[in-house]
């Protein structure tokens, strides 16, 4: 079984349809969508449209993003729009013919039935952040839904689980690793990629708001290269130890 965590998608259909078509998921495979599946991009209906339909290829867990709160706010809630449309909403209504009114009641369904976090074994899947010495059930709305990561980043989550985030756009399709805390928002509808991590083996796909494939992305600069002067290292004393009697010993070796 594969657990891959899909990143915000904000109406970049094209983007998800590539990345699923490249995942290409399994029965027993498990999608977790981190949340903002609306908003900004260009067709969040269809958007909506895929997630429902991949129930019936696999297990999908799909998270809730402050931008179902604000369309469900509005729709529901009966709040005022501006502040929703002004940061991206409009996109949304227009994918849905015009009108809040033409939503699906499958689709409201499914944005009222969106989980606030999941946890496993091993990971915490949030929308947002988190505060680390506060279990999740007890994470306020504005923490898991509203607030950007800060610098710097929070400290460890007191379960010990490793937490995979989005919301926070990072530059460049670069996926923040800091080891505790992953956050795969790589910016998509602003010229970035979408971003799945299979959370067992650390693979990465990456497909941009066209569909297409993006280069693999940079994850973890300190990371990449540590192993990089790990390998040189390595390279250094299969190939210089023991090389005539002034050679230093493969262990003091230094390149």
Not at 24 to 38: A, H, N, R, T, W
Not at 179 to 201: E, K, N, P, Q, R
Request: hydrophobic share 35%; with cysteine; charged share 20%.
């Amino acid at each position: 079984m594969r657990r891959i965590a899909i990143g915000d998608i904000h109406g970049c259909a094209k983007a998800l349809r590539g990345l699923i078509d490249a995942i290409d998921p399994k029965p027993q495979d498990q999608l977790i969508f981190l949340g903002d599946y609306i908003d900004r991009g260009p067709d969040s209906r269809d958007v909506v449209d895929q997630v429902i339909a991949l129930r019936d290829r696999c297990n999908v867990v799909a998270l809730r993003g402050n931008h179902e709160i604000m369309l469900m706010g509005v729709v529901i809630g009966g709040l005022d729009d501006r502040v929703w449309l002004d940061n991206g909403g409009q996109s949304t209504v227009a994918s849905y013919g015009g009108s809040t009114e033409k939503i699906p009641a499958e689709h409201l369904s499914f944005f009222q039935q969106l989980s606030p976090f999941y946890e496993t074994p091993t990971e915490i899947f949030a929308h947002a952040n988190y505060v680390h010495d506060l279990a999740m059930h007890a994470q306020t709305d504005m923490t898991l839904f509203w607030t950007h990561l800060p610098s710097p980043l929070p400290e460890p989550h007191q379960s010990g689980k490793r937490v995979i985030v989005g919301h926070t756009p990072q530059p460049e399709n670069r996926i923040l690793d800091a080891g505790h805390l992953v956050c795969i928002d790589t910016y998509c509808f602003g010229g970035g990629c979408l971003t799945a991590l299979d959370i067992g083996s650390g693979d990465v796909v990456q497909t941009n708001r066209h569909g297409h494939l993006c280069r693999p992305p940079l994850i973890s600069a300190a990371h990449q290269a540590l192993k990089l002067g790990k390998n040189i290292t390595e390279f250094c004393r299969k190939r210089f130890a023991g090389k005539g009697p002034s050679a230093a010993p493969a262990r003091k070796l230094e390149c």
